[in-house]
């Protein structure tokens, strides 16, 4: 049996990070446009108490970010939160990240898990929106940003370390299925269904893990909300694999790697502002093709 274990007291700090490369294909452009980016993000999860039907209460804490990006070979934006950032007055994106990061740094929301580990519900996510809302002028690309990287749904999925946990108790080779939904924000939702198999214990690092891979596709769905910008994403075609290490005698999961390529459609007003209006008539459809890994590492745990 493979299940995560929650000791009232313990805090886990893990680092998640994802770098993608996109090569976009834009109308009546004679080259493509190539996009870099490294997205990286470390918290702590502190289980501060066990509740009455078997489930736990555990706070996450957001304690730094980094971020960097090239865009047709130039660099555009280097940011880290763990150090103080360059007095750039050419490059506004630096300001704008670290504004943006600078406002969450420390803040904390609370999970409540059932029985089964799935997350009931999350307090302190709309706290945390208003804080970034606060001051300045709205950007519609930095709005897009956060509501897709600080939504409720982003950290239900931050917590979902059991995405790979068998439902039942499992023996070398087994296999079983799993479909993982990820709110977009204006983008829509991206739908992952894939098949996950304990393929044997091995040591990694220290620690004997049982290695689990997996395999499976991506698509894309509608968003529940309506986009007023009128932007869209279709997955032309996408699929992804990976591994991950679980290790049974702390019940939770010390590594994991993901990569993912996929040819996306995405429709965009042309004029670049979201103005609803004007995207009813003007808007352009481009062609992404996107290749991009994504590592969950324990960083300590006590």
Not at 131 to 158: I, W, Y
Not at 193 to 200: A, G, N, P, S, W
Not at 264 to 288: H, S
Request: include cysteine; hydrophobic fraction near 40%; glycine fraction near 8%.
């Amino acid at each position: 049996e493979l299940k995560l274990k929650w000791a009232v007291g313990e805090r886990v700090v893990m680092n998640m990070d994802m770098k993608q490369n996109m090569e976009m294909f834009i109308p009546n452009q004679p080259r493509s446009m190539k996009q870099d980016m490294t997205l990286g993000q470390k918290y702590g999860l502190t289980v501060l108490k066990e509740t009455p039907d078997g489930g736990h209460e555990v706070e996450m804490e957001y304690l730094s970010a980094r971020m960097a990006m090239e865009m047709g070979g130039k660099k555009m934006l280097d940011y880290d939160s763990d150090k103080k950032p360059g007095t750039d007055k050419a490059n506004p994106m630096v300001g704008q990240m670290a504004d943006m990061f600078g406002k969450i740094i420390g803040a904390k929301i609370q999970y409540f898990l059932d029985a089964s580990n799935e997350v009931e519900r999350i307090e302190g996510v709309d706290e945390m929106m208003n804080r970034l809302s606060s001051g300045g002028k709205a950007d519609p690309g930095a709005e897009m940003f956060k509501s897709s990287m600080f939504s409720k749904d982003h950290f239900k999925q931050m917590m979902a370390a059991n995405r790979f946990m068998p439902p039942k108790p499992v023996q070398l080779g087994d296999s079983w299925p799993v479909t993982q939904n990820y709110d977009m924000g204006p983008l829509g939702n991206l739908v992952l269904d894939f098949d996950c198999t304990l393929q044997k214990w091995e040591m990694h690092g220290k620690r004997n893990c049982a290695r689990i891979e997996f395999q499976g596709t991506a698509k894309s769905a509608p968003g529940t909300n309506a986009n007023p910008t009128g932007m869209s994403m279709t997955i032309l075609d996408g699929n992804f694999s990976g591994v991950s290490w679980f290790d049974p005698e702390l019940g939770i999961t010390i590594d994991m790697t993901m990569n993912q390529d996929m040819k996306m459609a995405m429709t965009i007003p042309m004029n670049g502002r979201g103005n609803a209006a004007a995207a009813k008539t003007q808007m352009m459809t481009m062609t992404n093709i996107m290749n991009q890994v994504i590592t969950l590492k324990l960083d300590s745990v006590k």
